[in-house]
Nanobody, 124 residues
Framework: QVQLVESGGGLVQAGGSLRLSCAASGRTFSSYAMGWFRQAPGKEREFVAAISWSGEWTSYADSVKGRFTISRDNAKNTVYLQMNSMKPEDTAVYYC?????????????????WGQGTQVTVSS
């Protein structure tokens, strides 16, 4: 079992930056691939970024490529999402997710554990 707790959300102006953190419980964090997803009001949950257990492999949605960076610190059981050059369309609830296995995935159906989400609002 893995419990995930996101933090770092808030209100930011367009062009600004935020860093989200996701702290995981459990002693086997390094055996899980991790992902970030987001859901805007009235829209389906969508993939944002994913990272393999080692951090060597990452993947990004086209909409955030070049602006967002996913990373992890296995010693701290934490995964991060650095968000730069933010846009109003980045406004959403951001969720951290973990999947059993070392390889990252872009589909939400492949993730086993989810955090409660953190709100990110980008003003224009």
């Amino acid at each position: 079992q893995v419990q995930l707790v996101e933090s770092g959300g808030g209100l930011v102006q367009a062009g600004g930056s935020l860093r989200l953190s996701c702290a995981a419980s459990g002693r086997t964090f390094s055996s899980y691939a991790m992902g970030w997803f987001r859901q805007a009001p009235g829209k389906e949950r969508e993939f944002v970024a994913a990272i393999s257990w080692s951090g060597e492999w990452t993947s990004y949605a086209d909409s955030v490529k070049g602006r967002f960076t996913i990373s992890r610190d296995n010693a701290k059981n934490t995964v991060y999402l650095q968000m730069n050059s933010m846009k109003p369309e980045d406004t959403a609830v951001y969720y951290c997710a973990a999947r059993s296995g070392r390889d990252g995935r872009t589909s939400s159906y492949e993730y086993d554990y989810w955090g409660q989400g953190t709100q990110v609002t980008v003003s224009s």
